[in-house]
């Protein structure tokens, strides 16, 4: 959530944020007509409280005086039950108001217009055609579509024998490789969550159309485990020096895909159930951008471990996520499509969806209570690293070579 106080006092400034993201621009005009009609009304009723008390005697009013004070405490009365309404009305209005994007990001319309930052390892060269990963999956009897289909429908997939086995070791090796050498805290959180919380990390109310919801209760389950983990400290005052807090955290994850029809239908890239690895920072604010840089690498390092070439983007500000203040998207690379796939957003909130979640800290000097900054980040998506990897480390006869940092996990050296 913006602030109010920097819309009011930077109107232009948050317009123009708003203009580069291609936002419809009615949402704005829609909080500011309420706020504005909210502030008002409270006027209205600060002067009136002032009258009342210039009015009241300090001893025992006259039946003229009472008769006066008992108008203005009805009409107190009247007006404030409009003004609680108002006051909802903006503070909903304000939920559909995205971040503003930073001065760094690059203005522009869709993907065309992101701005590549590095490329990272050189793209295999085949003496083969390369085949894709459900060909692959399916022909070593790892992949199971046909089956999952029956069970769970479109856009499912049952993982067998060495391909779960890949699976798991590929979660297991993220896990131990964030928490042992960059710091990050273990959480194993549910999969279902409340809608307090899918508001705290900015999927409702706009994006409620995109995530399952659980018939006849408050519960979703949860699109991604930034929102359990982010929202673990809802309601909190953090110490200063309790900061920065990193959590990572497994879990799976369900989206609807709404708006992708007949995309990536076939393999893993789009499912509706899929396993990620999640990292999520509460940081100082005087901090959130080096710690972006920081989750970054920290993301970055997976794959580099894992021997996958890929490439790091910025995202501009049409094709940036509404919560996002700055995005770096990374893509790894499919060989048999021949270009890169995204397998990781990074991204910094700064204090949006603190504001949201009501998530701040005390000053440790001052003691004066602020609103932290957020950050989060795939660290990373494991159906699509499972992808890749099996791709890129085919061989001509259809087998798997494993890379040699999954190697322990795995106990084998070919997936055959």
């Known amino acids: 959530m913006i602030d109010p106080k920097r819309i009011r006092e930077r109107y232009n400034e948050v317009k123009a944020g708003f203009d580069a993201r291609h936002y419809p621009p009615h949402f ?21 409280k002032n009258q009342r008390n210039q009015l009241t005697p ?32 903006a503070s909903h209005a304000a939920l559909y108001l995205p971040n ?24 295999r060269d085949f003496s083969f055609t390369p085949k894709a990963h459900h060909e692959l999956g399916t022909g070593l009897n790892i992949l199971d579509f046909e089956r999952a289909t029956a069970v769970s429908g479109a856009r499912s997939v049952m993982y067998r024998g060495q391909g779960a086995k890949l699976e798991r070791a590929l979660i297991n090796f993220m896990l131990d490789t964030h928490t042992t050498h960059h710091g ?14 899918m508001t705290g990390t900015g999927q409702l ?24 983990l982010t929202n673990a ?29 007949g995309k990536d239908m076939a393999g893993i890239i ?41 490439r790091v983007i910025t995202l501009c500000t049409g094709d940036m996520g509404f919560t996002s203040a700055k995005t770096y998207d990374i893509e790894v690379w499919f060989p048999a499509q021949g270009k890169y796939r995204e397998i990781s957003s990074c991204s910094n909130f700064l204090d949006f969806q603190a504001r949201r979640a009501m998530i701040r800290y005390k000053q440790k000097d001052s003691g004066k209570v602020q609103y932290l900054h957020t950050l989060n980040g ?37 997936l055959s």
């Not at 994007?101 to 590095?118: D, L, Q």
């Not at 990620?276 to 690498?297: A, I, R």
């Not at 992808?387 to 061989?395: G, I, M, P, S, T």
């Open 184 to 197: 990050y805290t273990e959480i194993i959180p549910s999969v279902m969550v409340n809608s307090a919380s």
């Open 233 to 261: 400290y809802q309601n909190t005052i953090l110490n200063e020096e309790e900061l920065p807090l990193k959590l990572t955290a497994y879990t799976p994850c369900f989206r609807k895909e709404a708006g992708s029809y």
């Open 378 to 414: 795939s660290g990373l998506a494991v159906g699509r690293t499972w992808a890749a990897l099996v791709e890129n480390f085919q061989n001509e006869d259809g087998s798997i070579s494993v890379p040699d940092k999954l190697k322990p996990y795995m106990g084998r050296e070919l």
């Open 270 to 310: 789009r499912l509706h159930q899929f396993n990620k690895v999640e990292l999520v920072k509460l940081v100082h604010p005087d901090q959130s951008w080096n710690e972006l840089e920081t989750l970054l690498n920290n993301a970055e390092t997976i794959l580099q471990l894992l021997e996958l070439p890929y």
């Open 205 to 228: 109310p706009k994006f409620g159309e995109d995530s399952f919801k659980l018939t006849d209760t408050d519960l979703w389950l949860s699109p991604t485990s930034e929102v359990q």
């Open 28 to 48: 704005l005009e829609n909080f500011v007509r309420l706020d504005l009609e909210w502030r008002q009304a409270q006027q209205e009723i600060d002067l009136l």
């Open 58 to 89: 300090k001893g025992k009013p006259t039946p003229e005086q009472f008769q006066k004070l008992k108008e203005l405490a009805d009409t107190i009365k009247s007006k404030q039950d409009r003004v609680q309404t108002l006051e909802q009305d």
């Open 100 to 123: 503003v994007p930073h001065a760094s990001v690059p203005v522009g319309k869709s993907e065309e217009n992101n701005i590549e930052v590095r490329q990272v390892g050189k793209p």
